[in-house]
């Protein structure tokens, strides 16, 4: 068995080669460790530096990297994938109450704001989401930030862009090159179904949003608490 | 298992005729976990931290269709290369 010394070496030498990120560094270790392990015991006049060379030979011409972008692919995939399997549990009975909720709410409200003032209202409360997400997505870089590592884990924000499709839609809507700005409130009823569902969608995706933070937040808990206990 | 133990596993079962790289190895692991058919567990082994991979219930199911596939390949290559007289 490696010393504590030659596992921080071994940390070490993964940051020395690109590998920052914490979840990445500890499989690198065991694998570098046990090779090495293996490599003195078949012959013990091997010294702790070279067995370490040798091994990192057997990761090829590009070392650590492959490893590293693939791990990163496979999390965006993880976090894609569960976003759109929580957005669409959403819309099973009985969560479904709160869509119906929040639409037929907004839709009744519609029609008692003052002109001019649905567009402005809808955003307002989109805005207000966005905070709410952006407090929920702060709170985990605080509890990495706490841990003193970084984690792969928690590089998900390309995964999670599609969250602000309702958003972009509502942007394209209010952007559509026309001689007369086209805003919902002047479409009438149509607006305002149209602005209430894309409202509903983006607070359903942000329920969704907030979940996969959750998720993501347990999962490092459940498989580095030595870390987050510290943190905690 | 875990990733130093597969490729050692490998290479044991079939005699030195199968060498798994790191290189090729973890990027698939990864590749398995983020499509969901592979799940892991982290254990303290005293020194350092382990990652455990095991087959999830959509891995088994895939493990299962591509061993009938590499199978039915198998098969296809066979009457192929020696395909039987009528």
């Known amino acids: ?232 | 298992m875990y990733g130093y133990e597969i490729t050692q596993r490998v290479k044991d079962l079939t005699g030195g005729e199968l060498n798994i790289t790191e290189g090729a190895l973890y990027p698939l692991l990864h590749r398995l976990e983020g499509a969901g058919l592979l799940e892991v567990e982290m254990e303290n082994i005293g020194n350092r931290i382990r990652k455990y991979y095991s087959l999830t219930k959509a891995g088994k199911k895939e493990s299962a269709a591509a061993m009938e596939e590499l199978k039915t390949f198998l098969q296809t290559m066979q009457f192929l290369i020696q395909p039987q007289l009528s």
């Open chain 1, 1 to 232: 068995m490696l010393t504590k010394e030659q596992i921080e070496y071994l940390f070490a030498f993964c940051r020395k080669h690109w590998v920052n990120y914490y979840d990445v560094q500890i499989e690198l270790v065991d694998h570098l460790a046990n090779a090495i392990e293996d490599k003195i015991a078949a012959n013990p006049k091997l010294a702790f530096e070279e067995a370490l060379t040798q091994t990192h030979k057997s990761f090829g011409v590009r070392g650590f990297a492959p490893v590293v972008q693939e791990k990163q692919r496979a999390i965006e995939r993880q976090s894609r994938r569960l976003l759109l399997q929580l957005f669409k549990q959403q819309f099973r009975w009985p969560k479904i109450i709160l869509a119906l909720m929040i639409f037929t709410l907004s839709f009744s409200l519609a029609p008692l704001l003052p002109n001019d003032y649905f567009d402005i209202t809808i955003m307002i409360a989109i805005i207000i989401i966005m905070v709410i997400i952006a407090i929920a997505g702060y709170s985990l870089q605080r509890l990495e930030k706490k841990s003193g590592h970084k984690f792969l884990l928690l590089q998900y924000q390309n995964a999670l862009n599609c969250a602000f499709l309702p958003l972009n839609l509502m942007t394209a809507i209010q952007l559509f090159p026309n001689e007369h700005k086209i805003m919902l409130n002047k479409l009438g009823t149509s607006g305002h179904l149209i602005g209430c569902l894309l409202l509903t969608l983006f607070v359903i995706m942000a329920v969704a949003t907030c979940r996969v933070f959750k998720n993501i937040k347990q999962t490092l808990l459940k498989n580095y608490p030595e870390v987050f206990q510290i943190a905690a």
